[in-house]
């Protein structure tokens, strides 16, 4: 996420992006934030779940439909 939003290494962590901007809910352009993985929603599919863009998800850089449940939103 440092590579698309910028912030010092304290940002390694992902649980320090609740701390990033400012609380918002969930939406195109928004941090989500789980307590151990942290990416950026970038749509919704048809059925309503958030499409997720993520590093690090199963090795990789994925993007993917997501449940949010229990996240946090940050803009």
Known sequence: MRTQKGG????????NWRHWGRPTGPRVGAVVV???HVGMITGRTAGGEWIVKSGNDGGAVRER??????????I
């Open 8 to 15: 010092g290494p304290v940002l390694n962590l992902a649980a």
């Open 34 to 36: 789980w307590s151990h």
């Open 65 to 74: 439909p997501r449940s949010v449940a229990g996240a946090v939103f940050r």
